[in-house]
Nanobody, 127 residues
């Protein structure tokens, strides 16, 4: 059974940076497209990044492009989300998700495609 555990959230001042990590256990990590999502209070869950199985391709929505970077270390079963120049509107619960896929180059956007989810880590950006 796939298990995902996020870490690295916390309280940070506007303009600062955080790196989130997500460790997978219970499955072969490099079989999965990985994604990061967030749920801002009062809003629907949204994707903030996705990375292909081999790490070659990434996807970012315009809202975070240029400030967030997703990466993965398949040898450590871990995906990361580097978040720079954080602003208060980035305050949210951030979730790691995994989508088992045959292609090494595919990224996945829709949340409904993801097979497993972590419990989330809170990020609070103070002004």
């Amino acid at each position: 059974q796939v298990r995902l555990v996020e870490s690295g959230g916390g309280l940070i001042q506007a303009g600062g940076s955080l790196r989130l990590s997500c460790l997978m256990s219970g499955a072969r990590f490099d079989s999965f497209v990985m994604g990061w999502f967030r749920r801002i209070p009062g809003k629907e869950r949204e994707i903030v990044a996705s990375i292909s199985r081999n790490g070659v391709n990434q996807y970012y929505p315009d809202s975070v492009k240029g400030r967030f970077t997703i990466s993965r270390e398949n040898g450590k079963n871990t995906v990361y989300l580097q978040m720079n120049t954080l602003q208060p509107e980035a305050t949210a619960t951030y979730y790691c998700a995994a989508h088992r896929h045959d292609s090494s180059y595919t990224i996945t956007q829709p949340a409904r495609c993801y097979d497993a989810w972590g419990q989330g880590t809170e990020v609070t950006v103070s002004s």
